[in-house]
């Protein structure tokens, strides 16, 4: 959230100019913002003087300084056909002069700044283009029709943003054109260049020569190209270098300079790909590479590793005896001290190999598996939990710029088919949903991808939309999760396109509903699936029918945060002891939805509301059923909130406006239609209905247990641990506002807890009543780490019930691995074996000699 | 309780018994010496040896009863020592309780054999026996109130539905925001 408000500031800055204005205050930095130039000193950061553009009703497109001049010039569009300029003294931020002109035909886009002197942009049609002077008395445009100087016609063209001194770059479909600006302020063609990818901006080096990189793409291989902006016939630096496909295209380039050993100019440069990641290329080598696009994860899941099958593991030894020689003379090596720094290089990456944490098969405890992580840039990753590596990568094709598919991005990522019987013999897969168009009614994309070999096993370019995935509790056959897509025209599809899926459908027609949160409405409709699509031959579309909605009043409520349990979330029992042997029954329902409404005046910002005419309402909503289970309010107080919902609690975070502090409060849910199975002889024989199937329109008594604690962090985001079993108590996870994950025992945010518990209550683990929750610095999971602007935290249960598996993810990502009652289930890895065996063989011989003296202790007393 | 018996009989491991009470030679496999008459000898010790007899049967009941009560002792001292172990669970409490209840089982299996020296025709033994029967199972009654007391005999209602799984949901409702 705090990074939000930074980002937008960011996205605001238009233009900074170093200004080099007094000797005493360093260059001034010129920001651009919110309609408001600032000029700022570098030395101490003092806004030196502002001047404010926001009443002028102009769209300020870039701010010029002139080389050694004193003034500052702000141009940018009024409207789409007129042109402004402002001079503005850089002195003191005066106005001196304000010109403006009319251009009838219109723009389109950015302008660009192509000399000192000279804008140029694109008409409304974009077939033109139009050169602005703007430093002389007057405005004056000059427009020249694209094909005046591109022979042939190639549709509508795009400007690219690159500074070029005296020249632009224009792009046509797949051509680029570099066009020159003659000093009389003529447009010629330079030269045109097929499948160019990306061009630098110029940048200046010895004796005042400009040079600017070209960045092509030839078959599997980029071509870098350097070239000197007034001399186009001589190539600075050729090189070609191979790309991985999955990289996809080159998005940016930056460049700069260095002297090379033998004192000649070098440059490098700075490549943007399409999956995001960064590559430094010098002398035709790729330097470096950064995975920058995982700071951009959308959504994660999970997958096994696959199991170790012995037979293939006995080959490859064979196969591998030569290498295996090698290792063992490296290691050899190595504890002789005879080893270079290049073979304990060798030996030290061999130990990591082969070390369990790295190993490519299911580990005994389940603690390696595969992250699968989608991107923004549409690329999908596996990174291995053992050591964090990426293990393979996919730039996923339907998630790329193509003719049908304007801007399409990548929505979430679920399990698709996860195999058990054959674990052996067959790969789990995922099933990424992506879209389009931002919109959300643009046509779906779906892709299948093989987690195993990171491969695409199949991809749909589909007709309808997509406005929810509902991944349903049943699987095919083949162990291929069924998934209802819901469109736009609220029109269930079902996924896989199979008639076994059809019939495992068609026998719990009746029971599957779906449900639409309308934030902006306040509006929450529940639907059943009713028939096959009307007018239509597709046998997986199925209609639905409204069955209930709950609308609340829009002047009062606005709805501003949702929670429902995690899908795969395991709860060991219902039951749970209470102080006195007595039990209460958790009431655990997949179908529960937290809703959080806020005053619309309080949903914004802190201080918009005053703490009477602000108040939260809570709600906890059957959405089967429609019933409203338990509705709460707490008056003095608003948003943001965060939720998250486990078993039969909620636990949710808000600011208390009254109070000036953040507040967590925790919302328990009991089912009293059961507490009178008491008869224990009943139990004993099993004659009770515990565990029979239940429906949700018996309409089950409850009961809520709430209380407020204190909290002293705004909170980013919440989780709560999941173990394999539901057995292991539960931590909250905390994202905090200083981008930690902070581990907080759920026995905190009890409702029973009490001022003074009882000795009984003591015993159960009720701690007693503080006002706020105690933050202890060793419980941060994160430890000294930060995970910078933390978004989002996803919690995997392990094989060992004791453990849990963290993934936090943001700009950083991070991974983890917590007990949240201890590792009760396993040893410590500092357990002495040793020890232990030694115990056993000397009690065995303790035994073993004991026996014989007492035999012979009994002769002998037999004897006298 | 090995030892103790062993103590019971006067240390004595074994023996050999050469009176022979029977009166027809038909009983034994080697036919009697000739001039070897069994009723003359019968009747010079008949009244010795029913004194005698009648003495042993008589000393033989009383230990007998005397063995029967022995495990009320042991009844005072496990009270004793469950009282002093207090009601939670912990190393000591466990042992003495498990204790408490093993001893009385093993007694009671071996119920024949801690009356066998004391079988005689002429003692009832069915009297002490029944003591010793009441007694151990008081002691075990007194262990099995122990473990309840430390919570752990499975008595009520919570002791059984915790293991049961959650019952199942017949509808199923998914959805949420729409994705934007």
Redesign the interface.
């Known amino acids: 959230m705090s990074l939000g408000p930074m980002m937008q500031w960011m996205q605001s800055i238009l233009h900074w100019v170093n200004v080099n204005l007094k000797a005493n205050k360093g260059n001034v930095i010129l920001v651009f913002s919110k309609g408001c130039l600032h000029a700022v000193s570098s030395i101490d950061g003092e806004v030196l003087w502002e001047k404010d553009l926001s009443a002028e009703s102009i769209e300020v497109q870039q701010i010029i300084r002139p080389l050694g001049s004193d003034m500052i010039y702000a141009v940018g569009f009024v409207g789409s056909s007129q042109f402004d300029a402002y001079q503005i003294n850089a002195k003191n931020g005066e106005l001196v002069k304000h010109k403006s002109a009319d251009f009838p035909d219109g723009f389109y886009g950015d302008l660009l700044l192509v000399s000192s002197d000279i804008l140029v942009s694109l008409d409304a049609t974009r077939t033109s283009l139009v050169t602005i002077d703007f430093q002389k008395g007057e405005i004056i445009f000059k427009k020249t029709h694209v094909s005046d100087i591109v022979d042939e016609s190639f549709g509508t063209a795009v400007l690219l943003p690159s500074e070029l001194s005296g020249m632009f770059a224009v792009r046509f479909n797949t051509l680029l054109v570099f066009i020159k600006v003659t000093i009389e302020g003529k447009l010629e063609v330079v030269d045109k260049i097929t499948n160019a990818a990306a061009v630098s901006d110029a940048l200046s080096f010895s004796e005042g020569q400009q040079a600017f990189a070209l960045v092509e793409h030839v078959d599997r291989k980029i071509l870098l190209t350097m070239k000197l902006v007034h001399d186009w016939n001589s190539d600075l630096l050729k090189e070609s270098i191979a790309m991985d496909l999955q990289r996809g295209m080159v998005q940016k380039v930056f460049i700069n300079t260095y002297i090379r050993t033998d004192r000649s100019q070098g440059f490098r440069a700075l490549i943007v790909m399409e999956d995001h990641s960064l590559l430094l290329l010098q002398q035709g080598e790729i330097v470096w590479s950064r995975e920058e696009g995982l700071a951009s994860v959308i959504d994660v899941t999970t997958s096994e590793l696959p199991v170790e099958k012995k037979g293939i593991l006995v080959v490859k030894v064979e196969q591998s005896l030569f290498e295996w020689l090698k290792g063992h003379v490296l290691k050899l090596k190595g504890t002789l001290m005879l080893a270079g720094p290049e073979d304990i290089a060798a030996i030290q990456g061999m130990r990591l190999k082969s070390s369990e944490k790295s190993k490519m098969t299911r580990d005994h405890n389940g603690f390696w598996k595969l992250l699968i992580v989608l991107t923004k840039a549409g690329k999908l990753y596996a990174l291995h939990t053992g050591d964090g590596r990426v293990v393979w990568s996919l730039l996923l094709p339907s998630l790329r710029e193509s003719g049908s598919c304007k801007r399409p991005t990548g929505l979430s990522v679920y399990q698709w088919q996860v195999p058990h019987h054959h674990a052996m013999d067959e790969n789990p897969s995922v099933l990424v949903v992506g879209r389009c168009r931002p919109n959300w009614d643009a046509p779906v994309a779906l892709s299948f991808v093989d987690t195993y070999t990171g491969k695409e096993l199949k991809s749909m370019g589909l007709i309808h939309s997509c406005a929810q995935v509902i991944p349903l509790p049943f699987t095919d056959s083949t162990e291929q999760r069924l998934h209802l897509l819901i469109d736009a025209e609220k029109h269930a599809h079902l996924y896989p396109r199979t008639s076994e899926a059809i019939g495992i459908l068609q026998h719990e027609f009746s029971n599957i509903y779906w449900y639409s949160v309308e934030a902006d409405n306040g509006i929450i409709r529940g639907h059943v699936l009713t028939s096959n699509c009307i007018g239509m031959v597709d046998e997986y579309c199925f209609t639905s029918r409204e069955l209930w909605s709950i609308v609340f009043p829009s002047e009062s409520e606005k709805i501003i945060a949702t929670a429902t349990r995690k899908l795969n979330e395991v709860v060991h029992t219902q039951a749970k002891a209470i102080a006195d042997q007595d039990v209460m029954y958790k009431y655990i329902s997949k179908n529960l939805l937290f809703v959080a409404t806020s005053a619309p005046k309080a949903s914004g910002e802190f201080g918009m509301a005053q703490p009477e005419e602000s108040c939260l309402v809570v709600y906890l909503i059957d959405t089967v059923t429609g019933r409203i289970l338990h509705r709460m309010t707490h008056h003095g107080s608003q948003g943001p909130v965060h939720a998250v919902l486990s078993e039969n609690w909620v636990v949710y975070h808000y600011f208390n406006l009254r109070a000036h502090r953040y507040e967590m409060s925790v919302m328990e849910i009991y089912d009293q239609s059961w507490v009178d199975n008491k008869d224990v002889w009943k139990l004993v024989v099993g004659k009770h209905n515990l565990t029979s199937p239940i429906s949700l329109y018996s309409r089950p008594a409850v009961v809520t247990k709430s209380q407020s604690y204190f909290f002293t962090h705004s909170v980013k985001a919440i989780a709560v641990t999941s173990t394999a079993k539901g057995i292991t108590s539960k931590q909250l996870l905390i994202g905090t506002i200083g981008d930690q994950v902070l581990a907080l025992d759920k026995r905190y945010l009890d409702p029973r807890r009490s001022l003074d518990p009882t000795q009984a209550e003591k015993e159960e683990g009720i701690i007693p009543l503080t006002d706020s929750l105690p933050i202890i610095p060793q419980s941060y999971v994160t430890h000294a780490l930060n995970v910078e602007g933390l978004r989002g935290i996803v919690t995997l249960p392990a094989k060992l019930e004791s453990t849990t598996l963290v993934f936090a993810y943001g700009v950083d990502i991070f991974f983890t691995r917590i007990a949240p009652s201890r590792t009760y289930d396993s040893l410590t890895e500092d357990f002495s074996y040793a020890l232990l065996l030694l115990t056993i063989v000397a009690l065995i011989a303790a035994i073993f000699v004991t026996w014989i003296m007492s035999e012979r202790k009994e002769l002998q007393e037999k004897w006298t | 309780m090995e030892k103790g018996k062993g103590v019971m009989v006067g240390g004595r491991r074994w023996a050999v018994d050469f009176t022979d009470y029977s009166t027809s030679p038909s009983s034994r496999d080697i036919p009697d010496p000739p001039g070897f008459s069994r009723a003359s000898q019968d009747q010079d010790d008949s009244t010795l040896s029913r004194q005698k007899k009648d003495a042993e049967s008589n000393w033989k009941s009383q230990k007998a009863w005397e063995v029967a009560q022995a495990p009320f002792k042991n009844l005072l001292m496990m009270g004793f020592m469950m009282w002093m172990a207090g009601s939670t669970v912990h190393l000591f409490s466990i042992g003495i309780t498990f204790s408490a209840l093993l001893q009385p089982i093993s007694a009671l299996q071996g119920v024949g054999k801690v009356f066998e020296p004391y079988k005689d025709v002429k003692v009832d033994l069915l009297g002490p026996k029944l003591l010793f029967i009441a007694l151990n199972l008081g002691g075990l009654a007194l262990g099995v109130w122990k473990l309840n007391t430390l919570?752990l005999l499975?008595?009520?209602?919570?002791?059984?539905?915790?293991?049961?799984?959650?019952?199942?949901?017949?509808?199923?409702?998914?959805?949420?925001?729409?994705?934007?």
Request: cysteine-free.
């Open positions: 919570g499975p008595t009520h209602a919570s002791d059984w539905v915790s293991s049961l799984p959650p019952a199942q949901e017949v509808e199923y409702s998914g959805g949420g925001i729409p994705i934007r």
